[in-house]
């Protein structure tokens, strides 16, 4: 199965709306493994005929503050530090690069302009990880 990307959730003069992506490159499928579908529709099971997979307490859309605090406790309680969802992205990108993807579907995938610009922000990503694995090796010597 796939996933299309045609909206996103924003929060807009303090209301939680749904709004256009910023980019044409935005606008995506991406492809979901069965696991992942089978956990959505499960998901879509509990909510019922509410249009939202994953709804707020009101039963709207969950807002973006809401996702992020339900990221930062996760991590927290598995001991990881805290990173924000854009960070994920170039997690990805760099894990699906070094495992052999191409890096034409990759910038598709992440919606992207260009794979110049993937393999960008992916070799920054090398980098700071690199530095932080040297800050934490010297400390421990």
Request: net charge positive.
């Amino acid at each position: 199965g796939d996933l299309r990307v045609k909206r996103q959730i924003a929060r807009i003069n303090g209301e939680v709306v749904e709004a256009p992506l910023k980019t044409k490159n935005a606008y995506r499928t991406l492809p979901l493994a069965k696991d992942t579908i089978d956990v959505l529709n499960q998901q879509k099971k509990k909510v019922g005929s509410c249009p939202w997979v994953f709804p707020g307490p009101t039963g709207g859309p969950m807002s973006p503050d809401s996702v992020l605090h339900m990221l930062h406790r996760v991590l927290k309680r598995a001991g990881l530090p805290r990173v924000r969802f854009h960070d994920l992205r170039h997690t990805f990108a760099t894990l699906a690069l070094q495992n052999g993807a191409d890096v034409k579907t990759v910038s598709g995938m992440l919606g992207h302009y260009s794979a110049g610009f993937t393999l960008d922000t992916s070799t920054s990503a090398q980098r700071q990880a690199a530095e932080a694995m040297e800050h934490v090796l010297s400390g421990s010597l």
